[in-house]
């Protein structure tokens, strides 16, 4: 059974400072997803990687996929009130039903 | 990318009673798929609802309790039967357009159950 881990699962931080979040898995994945969901809301795509090693951003956003696939890394540079959600990662499973693992996901509160 | 309405947006229902969930997606997608969230908390897949064929449910999800039609590529309804306090969640419809670079989700905006 595929798992991810998720952390950290709740942060609180002030306007302006920097965060990370991580996901890692004993599993190698095709691809990964990072998702933000608001309350009331669904979760809504943030960005995919595929490739070992990829690095992408989004504004203040960064994203890395692990050489080995087996991990990722969310980092927000000078978090925003508009930051506040919950953060999810998803796997692609390894095999080709095109189900989602889910990491149990990062509550995050900026606060102004 | 696509658009996904999910109805009821919420609802509050009595225990012992079935509510049916619909979720309308605005291009013919192969893959869709059902899951079940607690507020703050991450997804549980429920089941995977095919076209044309029965839904393949997750460990723990059977189809008595949560049956699911599919009968075309945009469309499918989730049914939440002889319901308990117990199943009191959030039920989120995804699809997966099948592109290429992942295996992407889009999601529906969900629907709040709460049963007395």
């Known amino acids: 059974t595929q798992l991810l881990e998720q952390s950290p699962q709740f942060l609180s931080i002030q306007e302006g400072e920097n965060l990370t979040v991580y996901c890692n898995s004993s599993s190698v994945f095709s691809s990964l997803q990072w998702y933000r969901q608001e309350p009331g809301e669904g979760p809504v795509l943030l960005v995919t990687?595929?490739?070992g090693g990829e690095v992408k951003k989004l504004k203040r956003l960064t994203f890395q996929f692990g050489d080995a696939r087996k991990d990722s890394s969310l980092h927000i540079t000078a978090a925003q009130p508009g930051d506040t959600g919950l953060y999810l990662c998803a796997g692609a499973d390894a095999g080709n039903n095109r189900k989602l693992i889910w990491g149990l996901g990062t509550s995050l509160a900026v606060n102004p | 990318s696509a658009v996904i309405s999910q109805k009821p947006s919420r609802d509050i229902c009595q225990r012992g009673t079935s509510l049916t969930i619909q979720c309308q997606v605005d291009s013919q997608v192969t893959m869709m798929f059902w899951y079940r969230q607690q507020p703050g908390q991450s997804l549980t897949l429920i089941a995977t609802a095919n076209q044309g064929s029965e839904a393949t449910y997750e460990s723990g999800f059977v189809i008595d309790k949560f049956p699911i039609s599919r009968p075309n590529l945009t469309f499918s309804t989730l049914t939440v039967s002889n319901m308990s306090p117990e199943d009191s969640s959030i039920y989120l419809c995804s699809v997966d357009p099948g592109t290429s670079g992942g295996n992407t989700q889009y999601f529906g905006p969900g629907t709040r159950l709460t049963v007395l």
């Open positions: 990687v595929v490739t």
